[in-house]
């Protein structure tokens, strides 16, 4: 998680923060509310100066979740036409060099959602308001109740997906573990479980699942130590010497600093016509 967004997202420079950080557990950052910039309206691509980031850099791994439904609605996201990760090519090109990094260690950039559009927040902000629709519960938000979630933080508007230059994402070991398929009806695990009974994601372990409601989910949280911590720190570091920032509510979240589109949310869907 435009005229709206969700969710579900530090650095030492000295440029502006995508958003203020307010105490946990949180949202991600936002910003100023101007009108959304329709799809198409010139003729041009509805998503000018973005990219898909495997044209860019394709050796990072993708596990697009909204377009799968394998995620905490249960079911693919409106506006999720194709499992791709689009970006501002500025954000693009920074994740590239963290790549560059990451395999120097050992390790590739596997990310989960890029640009999001509106329509997408919007359909998560409708799932909000059905308290019947709990499918996923069990995976993604086990110990809160679906009608807190607003509440408490983990669902918010608008987001900062919307401007193209945040992205959620993990690391995973290079050659990665083969990860089974998602099965819908497959039982479903707590995220806060121990690496071994969550979801066979190929992560490297990061102490929680991604999109995991729940305090663990924080990069600092307490009650993640040993090696799942150092691989949060890991990440982190990578992220940031790539001139990025963190969203310390979600270990998975970060945002381009000198992003390109601050004050702007993009409705276009997530298909590579939308970047021309």
Not at 81 to 108: I, K, M
Not at 254 to 276: C, I, K, L, M, Q
Request: charged share 20%; with cysteine.
């Amino acid at each position: 998680m435009l005229a709206v967004g969700v969710l579900l997202t530090g650095c030492s420079r000295s440029q502006p923060q995508p958003a203020p950080t307010p105490p946990a557990p949180q949202p991600s950052p936002t910003g100023p509310r101007p009108s959304s910039v329709p799809p198409s309206a010139t003729g041009r691509p509805g998503l000018p100066g973005f990219v898909v980031l495997g044209d860019v850099d394709p050796r990072v791994r993708t596990d697009i979740r909204y377009a799968s439904p394998h995620n905490f609605v249960g079911r693919p996201i409106t506006g999720y036409r194709e499992p791709l990760c689009l970006l501002t090519r500025r954000a693009a090109e920074a994740l590239r060099r963290v790549q560059d990094a990451a395999l120097a260690g050992g390790h590739s950039l596997k990310v989960y959602d890029c640009y999001r559009p509106v329509p997408a927040v919007n359909d998560f902000v409708a799932w909000s308001k059905r308290p019947g629709e709990q499918r996923s519960k069990a995976e993604f938000y086990p110990h809160v109740e679906k009608s807190r979630l607003f509440a408490e933080g983990y669902i918010g508007a608008p987001t900062a997906h919307s401007r193209g230059s945040t992205m959620d994402l993990t690391l995973v070991a290079e050659p990665p573990a083969d990860q089974p398929p998602f099965r819908p009806g497959q039982p479903l695990l707590s995220c806060t479980a121990p690496r071994a009974e969550r979801f066979p994601d190929n992560s490297i372990d990061m102490g929680t699942g991604f999109d995991c409601f729940d305090p663990l989910a924080r990069t600092a949280a307490p009650g993640v130590s040993g090696p799942a911590r150092a691989n949060r720190m890991l990440l982190e570091r990578l992220m940031t010497d790539a001139g990025f920032v963190n969203y310390p509510g979600e270990w998975w979240h970060y945002s381009f600093v000198d992003e390109p589109y601050p004050d702007t949310f993009f409705d276009a869907p997530v298909a590579r016509s939308s970047v021309g």
